[in-house]
């Protein structure tokens, strides 16, 4: 019988043999402090990239997205990109093996996205040899354990399959997806997530590659399109952060192909770039970098509609105007059906713009106490 079962979480010390254990492997641990003048006289280890100034090697990047914008497929072709040495949305990766493991997908989901992938890129299957691909749907994929009582998380027989796989193909490139079927903790608990990334970090370290994590935002991540999710300690874990989105203007979705993946962390490289994105023949491909051409043709467009539309709301006495609110001219354009797709930012550029060239004006209607200004043309017939 154990005489410590009725005192609750009072416990003695560990057994003699577990201390010791314990000693044995503190005493066992070399030690690695060292002077920075070491370094002197060394070459400056250049940095390594997965995806220049996007997925550094050796370390951990959160991909995040919304269930349904693509995040996965489009690190499934990051995947076969590295696998191929073919580029990835237009960005020239490190080619090498890689393992793509899915806790998502099943084995024909897999087949079929690989599928595309392939036919868009215009390869065979059999070229594809270098990518491993692994399903895990409908199994236990948890990488870690949690203790319940210390709250440690230790590796689990999974995660160890998976480092002795990374030992023998030597990916450049390791794809876990997703967060929530791997982790097995709370994701509001800092500390657990930290200790997650840090075994992630560990896998990366160990074998030089690059780990990419998919993740689901939260609600409150969505909406402030920040993409994160839980704790700040994913965020502040990671070294590199990427988020997917749908383009969404004014609570309106103007095509629902579109993507944008932005950089919302980057310790290694510039946050704020963004990577516009199509969805294409079951692939993502990235759209053509605008021109001066196209952004002072997008202009001239947004502004002949802008006035197209003042025109068409003038003559039918609906008012409109150059202050936010109610009436605010571009927010009411840009939900009119003959807006040709410009968009509410495109069309207060096109307004700013006119009135600079002294083609618009703020005019008045109605009389004494009725009298109200509203946006009309410059010398039009204002008389009411």
Avoid at 10 to 30: D, F, G, M, N
Avoid at 298 to 304: D, L, N, P, T, V
Wanted: net charge negative.
């Amino acid at each position: 019988m154990n005489a410590w079962k009725d005192f609750g979480d009072l416990r003695p010390v560990p057994p003699i043999e577990a201390y010791a254990s314990e000693c044995r492997a503190e005493l066992e641990r070399e030690s690695r402090f060292f002077p920075a003048s070491d370094f002197d006289g060394l070459d400056v280890p250049p940095r390594q990239w997965l995806v220049h100034e996007l997925v550094p090697s050796g370390t951990v990047t959160l991909l995040g997205g919304d269930g349904g914008t693509g995040k996965s497929l489009v690190a499934l072709q990051l995947a076969s990109a590295v696998a191929t040495g073919r580029a990835w949305l237009s960005r020239g990766v490190k080619d090498g093996a890689a393992l793509y493991i899915s806790a998502e997908d099943d084995q024909d989901e897999l087949h079929r996205r690989v599928a595309d992938v392939a036919q868009a890129e215009g390869v065979a299957l059999a070229e594809l040899h270098g990518l491993t691909l692994r399903s895990l749907a409908g199994e236990d994929a948890l990488l870690a354990m949690l203790d319940g009582r210390s709250g440690a998380l230790s590796a689990t027989a999974l995660f160890k399959e998976v480092d002795e796989r990374v030992q023998v193909e030597k990916p450049a490139l390791v794809v876990l997806d997703t967060l929530a079927d791997l982790f097995p903790g709370n994701e509001n608990d800092r500390a657990q997530a930290r200790q997650f990334v840090g075994l992630l970090r560990g896998l990366a370290i160990r074998h030089q590659c690059a780990v990419v994590l998919l993740a689901h935002p939260s609600l409150s991540g969505i909406s402030s399109g920040a993409g994160t999710s839980g704790s700040t300690g994913w965020n502040n874990s990671v070294r590199s952060r990427l988020y997917l989105e749908r383009v969404v203007r004014d609570g309106y979705e103007p095509n629902a192909d579109a993507r944008v993946l932005s950089t919302k962390k980057a310790n290694y490289g510039r946050t704020g770039g963004e990577i516009n994105l199509t969805w294409r023949d079951g692939v993502f491909v990235a759209d053509p970098p605008e021109t001066m051409l196209d952004r002072v043709s997008g202009s001239i467009k947004a502004e002949r509609v802008f006035l197209k539309l003042l025109d068409a709301l003038t003559a039918q006495g609906r008012y409109v105007s150059a202050n936010p609110g109610p009436t605010y001219a571009p927010a009411m354009f840009a939900s009119h059906p003959d807006v040709e797709g410009c968009t509410k930012l495109a069309l207060k550029g096109a307004m700013n713009a006119l009135f600079g060239r002294e083609m618009i004006e703020v005019a008045m209607h109605g009389k004494g106490q009725k009298a109200r200004s509203h946006l009309a043309r410059k010398g039009a017939d204002h008389a009411q």
